[in-house]
């Protein structure tokens, strides 16, 4: 057997031992794989807070027509 066939086969069996793992471990990341679920996290019952004060109001812009 020449060199070139020997290399041919080799490519061969790594170009299939590749495709395998990639069928097997799927798609990397987050495409192809469902969402997580987002963690809520639970405040214990703490007794209603007072009401605080309104918080400053700023300047109020509004639109002036061109002249």
């Given at each position: 057997?020449?060199?070139?066939?020997?290399?041919?086969?080799?490519?061969?069996?790594?170009?299939?031992?590749?495709?395998?793992?990639a069928f097997v471990f799927g798609p990397i990341g987050q495409y192809g794989k469902p969402p997580r679920p987002a963690k809520v996290?639970?405040?214990?019952?703490?007794?209603?807070?007072?009401?605080?004060?309104?918080?400053?109001?700023?300047?109020?812009?509004?639109?002036?027509?061109?002249?």
């Amino acid at each position: 057997m020449s060199s070139e066939s020997v290399g041919g086969i080799l490519g061969a069996i790594v170009a299939a031992v590749v495709l395998a793992v990639a069928f097997v471990f799927g798609p990397i990341g987050q495409y192809g794989k469902p969402p997580r679920p987002a963690k809520v996290e639970q405040a214990p019952a703490a007794a209603p807070a007072a009401p605080a004060a309104p918080a400053p109001r700023g300047p109020i812009i509004r639109e002036v027509p061109n002249q």
